[in-house]
């Protein structure tokens, strides 16, 4: 895979995972999914500068 593609299947999975959490998670609590959604994002980005490519 180049590398372009590969960052866009990056950023849709995590798109995919924070609107996931937030729908069964935490539909009616804005602070606790903006915390929840903001980790999320931290730890994609760990991964994302772990294992460059």
Do not use: C, K, Q, S
Not at 21 to 47: K, S, Y
């Amino acid at each position: 895979m180049t590398r372009p593609l590969m960052i866009a299947v990056f950023v849709a999975v995590m798109i995919a995972v924070i609107v996931g959490v937030d729908v069964f998670f935490f539909r009616n609590h804005f602070w606790e999914r903006l915390v929840v959604n903001v980790g999320i994002v931290l730890v994609f980005a760990a991964f994302y500068l772990r294992f460059p490519n």
